[in-house]
């Protein structure tokens, strides 16, 4: 079982964690949802995406859909994560 400083500021923030973390994940759903519909429909068009200094350059609309959705997911949820973890040390 995990041992936290404060259960008090843990059990004020879950709410608003929860909330975060429903939004965060319906979006990346979509979005990867709608990069799979894209690609199997054969959307075309060039599309670059830099993030984090990576460059994505694809001749496919889904796939920076797709690229764009898993990111947000993993970035979303570790914030997430970290923000309950930080008021557990408060």
Do not use: D, K
């Not at 979005?31 to 995406?49: F, K, N, Q, S």
């Not at 993030?51 to 993993?74: A, I, S």
């Amino acid at each position: 079982m995990i041992q936290v400083a404060s259960p008090a500021h843990v059990r004020a923030g879950t709410r608003t964690m929860n909330f975060a973390l429903s939004v965060i994940l319906v979006l990346a759903v979509v979005l990867v949802g709608g990069g799979i519909w894209l690609v199997y429909l054969g959307a075309t068009g060039t599309t670059t995406l830099s993030l984090f200094g990576t460059h994505l350059e694809t001749q496919n609309v889904g796939v920076v859909g797709l690229v764009t959705g898993v990111v947000l997911g993993v970035i979303g949820v570790r914030r997430v994560l970290l923000s309950l973890e930080r008021l557990g040390r408060m």
